[in-house]
Structure formats: C-alpha cells, structure tokens
T-cell receptor, first 115, second 112 residues
Framework: GAGVSQSPSNKVTEKGKDVELRCDPI?????LYWYRQRLGQGLEFLIY????????KSGLPSDRFSAERTGESVSTLTIQRTQQEDSAVYLC?????????????FGSGTRLTVV | QKEVEQNSGPLSVPEGAIASLNCTYS??????FFWYRQYSGKSPELIMS????GDKEDGRFTAQLNKASQYVSLLIRDSQPSDSATYLC????????????FGRGTSLIVHP
C-alpha cells in the first residue's frame, strides 16, 4: 500500500483481556518498528524487526508483550492480560533500513484504552 | 544509554517569525538525523532528514547539523499558525542497529 496501515484505529478493552494490534508496512520496507506513546509523552521504543533477522525486543516492557512478523510483511503486537497502564497509542513505523538516512513512515496508530 | 534531548517548550513565536528548534544527542557515532512534526492526536510525520554537517534547506525548513558539537536544529522561516505542533528530533544509532532514538519533542505555538 501507499502508507503504513494499522488496525484497529481504536480499541477499548477490559482489564485482563488480551489484545492484538496489526501493522501492515509499506511494501518493500524491510524494517518495522513498534513504539508506544502515552498521553503527553514521547515515543517509547518497543520492538524492531529487520527482514528475517531475529527481532530486537529490548524495548518490550514486560513478558505480557510480544510481537511477530513473517518476513517483510504484516506484524502483530499482542498484549496479554492488559493493565490500565497499557493505555496508550501504539505506533508502527517502517523504513527501507540501512545506514543511509532513510526516514521512518508512521502509521496512524492504534489508540488502546484499558478500562 | 543513547540520549536525545529537546527543550519541551512551549516555544511561542509570532506569525511570520523564524522558529528555532534545537536537539542535542549523546552518541557521537550517530549517522542520520530526522525532524518529525506531530500534530495533536496524530502520528509523527517526517519533514527533514540530514546526515552531513552544515545546512539543508527544504522550502521554509532548514535543518542544521554540527556533529562536533552534537546538535541538530530546525529553523522554520515565515512561521504560520499551521506550523503549531510538537517537533520530534530522531537520531539513528551508529553500528549495526538502526533503531532510532526520539527526543521527547518541543511544542511550538505560532500565534497570529
């Protein structure tokens, strides 16, 4: 597609439920990033996928968070047993990657509200 | 710990003035630098990238990079109320990891 697509755009869930967020990157972009942005806060790195390499999971805040990506296609971020502090906008970005100054294109985000 | 620092603001400028936004970074080996604009409730949008020392101009925007002093700045000429947003500085790490580090952003308000 022309841009990074994320779904759903909004999700309200009850505390303790699992949620799955989806990101469809720009075709041909080998790198995919997930970020979290709490209200009024900066971007918090979660996880990075590069092609078929092992993902960099160093930003995941707990073992309730996991993400998958098959090849250079769609990625899903799963949050198990959601807590109220998980409420945030989850942003996905993709990039051609590499040392050159390729920018990152963000999707419109998923706003997650845990009640 | 790689750090990217920005003044949170808000920076308030009158319409037509030059807005100057600054960013410093800790990783001396950083290679690429980006400025993103984020309107309230929206996702970040790339407006400038730079990787060589000096100035890079694109329309009303100029990015300035000084690797020796480890800072990058964004100048917005003829500021418009529509430029009111949060501006995020991002730095691409050196070495084998291309995970960008984002600053917390500077809020810019352009008043008529």
């Amino acid at each position: 597609g022309a841009g990074v697509s994320q779904s759903p755009s909004n999700k309200v869930t009850e505390k303790g439920k699992d949620v799955e967020l989806r990101c469809d990157p720009i075709s041909g972009h080998t790198a995919l990033y997930w970020y979290r942005q709490r209200l009024g806060q900066g971007l918090e790195f979660l996880i990075y996928f590069q092609g078929n390499s092992a993902p960099d999971k160093s930003g995941l805040p707990s073992d309730r968070f996991s993400a998958e990506r098959t090849g250079e296609s769609v990625s899903t971020l799963t949050i198990q047993r959601t807590q109220q502090e998980d409420s945030a906008v989850y942003l996905c970005a993709s990039s051609p990657d590499g040392p050159l100054p390729y920018g990152y294109t963000f999707g419109s985000g998923t706003r997650l509200t845990v009640v | 710990q790689k750090e990217v620092e920005q003044n949170s603001g808000p920076l308030s400028v009158p319409e037509g003035a030059i807005a100057s936004l600054n960013c410093t970074y800790s990783d001396r080996g950083s290679q690429s630098f980006f400025w993103y604009r984020q309107y309230s409730g929206k996702s970040p949008e790339l407006i400038m990238s730079i990787y060589s020392n000096g100035d890079k101009e694109d329309g009303r925007f100029t990015a300035q990079l000084n690797k020796a002093s480890q800072y990058v700045s964004l100048l917005i000429r003829d500021s418009q109320p529509s430029d009111s947003a949060t501006y995020l500085c991002a730095v691409k790490a050196s070495g084998g990891s291309y995970i960008p580090t984002f600053g917390r952003g500077t809020s810019l308000i352009v008043h008529p």
